[in-house]
């Protein structure tokens, strides 16, 4: 599958109209560690959540529910990839790219918008499961 969305975004980013350039996992990290950066639906601009990137492999996610859970980072190749502890065994994989207007990560069926980067903590309802 990874392969299949490797293949099809190449395709579709080589487009002049996609005015980007693929960031590596680790330079997209380095970017993000320290701050919290808020995820928005590209090109609907509709919150997906927040996410506060504690270290170079830890996160804490608020959804836009208002719910948090923490995350762990895995690099792979590409990918940058976070397992949730509420949802154990399911890597959420993106390939983040430089674009115009921030940041943008794809995924097989989705494409979200770093719309901001801050150094403000995210707030939750409740604390994260751990």
Do not use: K
């Amino acid at each position: 599958m990874r392969l299949i969305l490797g293949v099809v975004l190449t395709l579709v980013c080589a487009h002049p109209t996609f005015a980007q350039e693929r960031l590596s996992p680790n330079a997209f990290i380095d970017i993000a560690e320290g701050h919290t950066l808020t995820f928005r639906h590209h090109p609907s601009g509709q919150l997906v959540g927040i996410e506060e990137f504690l270290s170079h492999d830890r996160t804490v996610w608020a959804r836009d529910d208002g719910t948090c859970t923490y995350g762990r980072i895995i690099l792979d190749g590409l990918y940058i990839c976070f397992r949730y502890e509420d949802d154990p065994g399911v890597d959420h994989c993106w390939i983040p790219y430089d674009h115009a207007d921030g940041m943008l990560v794809w995924s097989s069926d989705d494409v979200q918008h770093v719309t901001s980067i801050s150094d403000r903590p995210v707030v939750c309802e409740g604390a994260p499961l751990s």
